[in-house]
């Protein structure tokens, strides 16, 4: 039977996930889950869909009550957001429709590895364009890509690249699509909302997994021009987000005042850790997302990962080729550390203190 499956599917590796470890007395540092709960409104309507009709129905399969409570908050038009289960699959649905087979899909390095495993899924050509030194913006770009990935700010560095340099990419590649990927834009200085009315190539896809603390659920949704968004539909599995999904990520974005009261914590406590591991002999990159990017000179970090692992605190290991990104020779690797309670950093700190 293996022998069956289309020959891309078998050559790939495949993308691996942050390790979910079930033991409770774990210090998740590793996937960039919201330390904090989601708002309250989120388990008030949880239990309204479960003590209701609703989970024998079909749920709404465009979410236009979603869609209509993004809308207002964002200052979108509702039939410019698209819904999906996660922004992972949103980068599916938008790999699916505009990519076709042997086509090239390009995204920046270091970053998320997911968009390579998209375009080997799809059968389509990857090309990876290398930031410049400092996390500096990709240059290079090929001229014919199908689409292309940025995702801002940045993962594993927490850098964000400037209004301009992302508006100067999306003319650049018009009509071809340019997705902006704001997975952590929520904890950054500025999002690309605004760019929309002059880049009509641009998609910004968004999830609710890290600011409204919403992982479990799995929700995303993408903003697009009207007329892109109503191609997407067609390539979307027809109920692809369910009622309680639906539900929770409906309640969470229409509390503003909870979602910036656990930004700004989050925030507080990401400017705390810099000044502490800075302290500590780590070259932290400067972030605008929920975790830190950080990087030794005097030692190598993978063994400073597994000392942590053996203490029951999860960090996130990466390492990437060799290439110029800060001019480095080998591998360029480090640890990339979510953003925590604050109980869970002190113990992290004193851990490291240990370690090192």
Known sequence: MTNSIRPNIRAMAGYVPGEQLNDPEIIKLNTNENP??????????IRAALTSNSLRKYPQPLGDTFRKAAGRVLNVDPDAILIGNGSDDILTILTRAFVPEGGLIASPTPSYILYKSLAEI???RFEAVRFGSTWAAPTGWPPRADL?????PNSPSGTSLPSFAVHMLANALEPRPLVLDEAYSDFAEWNGRALLSDAPNLIITRTLSKSYALAGIRFGFAIARPEIVRELVKVKDSYNCDVLSLAAATAAIEDQEYFREVRAKIIVTRERMTTELS???FDVTPSHANFLWCRRTDRPVKPVYEALKQ???LVRYMSYPAGPVGALEGPYDGLRISVGTDAEIDQLLASLRDIL
Request: aromatic share 12%; no cysteine.
């Open 148 to 152: 292309v990935f940025l995702p801002n």
């Open 122 to 124: 799809q059968g389509a």
């Open 36 to 45: 904090y709960p989601p708002s309250p409104r989120v388990f008030d309507a």
């Open 311 to 313: 203490r029951k605190i």
């Open 279 to 281: 302290a500590l002999g």
